[in-house]
């Protein structure tokens, strides 16, 4: 690596949601089967083992479909909590290296390793986790190094599984260029069939300035300019593992590997999670005002929806509430991969906005100044015999 530039590495683990499902199931290994619901012929697969990938079968494909392709295709179903424990060994493997990690969902991380590959060539480094991370917990993971998280990632997609890949600067162009532009992190599935019906098929093909207006016509000039620079190296190296911690939100979300159907299933997951946020904003001493619910459906289709109270609030009851109302006006009958809650227009208890009126006054001279003033705004609007003191 260059030696002014920083070493960033992106970890991803290979078919995250499969690899934990053989810990529980070793008679799976090496052979062909799928995350989704268990013995039925609804809903849509979750993922599937690099085995059934060859054979066609893939996320989002409904079971029906996957069965006729492969009649006896095993599927099995985990606890989502099994996930997560795996997940924190994963993330506590990566701290023993570097405190810079910032994570990006349950199966990555970046990680500022510029520090620790001044002991260790990153390559070595990157080798030493991949083996741990297989060794001791089983789990199969591609590494991509480079200087900025863009490239990092960028790289880490080239050669899964148990790949490591290197990028640095200088390399961009005999290293990205040939790819198609479907390999472009950031460019969705909806966007680079119509770059590549325009004859803008890999990413030289991108990158060349000649195509600048065709590609800004298709994308948009924000998706441009943000893909071009990524792609040069100019973004971000920077691991901020309190990335999101002094924001005024708090929020998670959740991807299921057996989609979620039903209203109350829904709901019972939105409760977990909104107990958990809940607790955090409890802990730290904040109240909120507004509250969000976020739906992606199976086909990736994803939407945002949120409420804003009148006054702030602390009250559990009072969020869920909304969460409820949120779902009940926006759920559509289709499975769902994704869900999440967040609280936002959050503020510490001490800096809560004082409204000037009998329950916030201390002193009896204020109760009595403000009490004057009430009864005289009333008489203004509605006459001196609507209201007024009793005399004592």
């Known amino acids: ?28 290994r090496g052979k062909p089967f799928a995350i989704g619901r268990e013995n039925t012929y609804k809903g849509v697969i979750s993922t599937a083992s690099y085995e059934a990938r060859k054979l066609g079968i893939h996320s989002a494909m409904p079971i029906a479909e996957a069965y006729k392709i492969k009649p006896d295709l095993r599927i099995v179903h985990i606890d989502y909590s099994i996930y997560n424990e795996y ?7 990566i701290k023993e290296y570097t405190d810079l990690i ?3 969902s349950i199966d990555e991380v970046y990680a500022d390793m510029t520090k620790a590959s001044l002991k260790k060539h990153p390559i070595v480094l990157a080798k030493e986790i991949q083996l741990r991370l297989l060794k001791e917990y089983k789990l199969p993971s591609s590494i991509g190094i480079a200087p900025t998280l863009f490239l990092a ?17 200088r390399e961009v162009k005999d290293i990205l260029y040939p790819l198609s532009v479907k390999e472009i992190y950031g460019v969705g599935k909806k966007t680079f069939p119509k770059l590549i019906e325009k004859n803008i098929n890999t990413i030289a093909d991108f990158m060349d300035i000649n195509n600048k207006d065709k590609v800004i016509n298709l994308v948009g000039e924000n998706t441009y300019n943000y893909v071009y620079n990524h792609i ?37 997951e939105l409760r977990r ?9 409890i802990n730290d001493n904040y109240y909120t005002k507004t509250i969000t619910l976020t739906l992606r459906d199976s086909d990736f289709n994803t939407i945002t929806r949120q409420d804003t109270l009148d006054d702030y609030t602390d009250s559990f009851d009072e969020i ?6 949120l779902l009940e006006n926006n759920i559509k009958p289709k499975e769902y991969r ?29 109760k009595e100044f403000v009490i004057d003033n009430l009864i005289n705004d009333f008489q203004q609007k509605y006459g001196k015999n609507a209201l007024f003191r009793r005399k004592k």
């Open 1 to 28: 690596m260059e030696n002014h530039a920083k070493i960033i590495f992106h970890i991803d683990m290979n078919a995250f949601f499969c690899s934990v499902a053989t810990i529980y199931y070793p008679h799976l």
């Open 87 to 93: 997940h924190n060994k994963f993330v506590n493997l």
């Open 102 to 104: 910032e994570v990006a």
């Open 153 to 169: 990632k960028m790289a880490s997609d080239m050669k899964k599984p148990l790949g490591i890949t290197v990028i640095r600067k």
């Open 232 to 268: 040069l190296g100019n973004s971000t190296n920077i691991v901020d593992p309190k990335r999101f911690d002094e924001s005024k939100s708090i929020s998670t979300s959740e991807t299921f590997d057996v989609f979620l159907y039903s209203f109350d299933e829904i709901l019972i």
């Open 273 to 281: 999670m909104t107990k958990d946020i809940y607790k955090k904003m």
């Open 320 to 325: 869920f509430d909304i969460v409820i109302e």
């Open 338 to 366: 994704l869900i999440g809650v967040g609280f936002s227009n959050l503020v510490k208890e001490e800096n809560l906005p004082k409204e000037y009126n009998l329950f916030t006054i201390q002193s009896e001279d204020e």
